[in-house]
């Protein structure tokens, strides 16, 4: 199984980025996609998740209103878009599958595979 994250840069607050999440290796459409985050001296956290068909999504409240979490099952990959970008959104984005269960979508350990990470960087 790979999950590749893609889409990460360096932007000034108030711009927008896209992230890429391409999944191979595994019945994409079976996972619940999630993104997390980790920014340097802190833990890892949630950030979004998306249910396999897409129709409900969970959000951080942190990023409630500004990120927005999508997915192509036919293409195998998840998104996230991220808007009004602040320097406190500096961070390594990783996506991340969780297979079908009752787990919490928002725990880490709740997923069962993980990309590799993007880098995400807001200047002020």
């Known amino acids: 199984v790979q999950l590749q994250a893609s889409g990460g840069g360096l932007v000034q607050a108030g711009d927008s980025l896209r992230l890429s999440c391409a999944a191979s290796?595994?019945?994409?459409?079976?996972?619940?996609m999630g993104w997390f985050r980790q920014a340097p001296g802190k833990e890892r956290e949630f950030v979004a998740a998306?249910?396999?068909?897409?129709?409900?999504?969970y959000y951080a409240d942190s990023v409630k209103g500004r990120f927005t979490i999508s997915r192509d099952n036919a293409k195998n990959t998840a998104y996230l878009q991220m808007n009004s970008l602040q320097p406190e959104d500096t961070a390594v984005y990783y996506c991340?599958?969780?297979?079908?269960?009752?787990?919490?979508?928002?725990?880490?350990?709740?997923?069962?595979?993980w990309g590799q990470g993007t880098q995400v960087t807001v200047s002020s």
């Open positions: 991340a599958a969780k297979p079908a269960g009752t787990s919490s979508i928002r725990a880490r350990s709740s997923y069962r595979y």
């Open positions: 290796g595994l019945t994409f459409s079976n996972y619940i």
């Open positions: 998306i249910t396999w068909t897409g129709d409900s999504t």
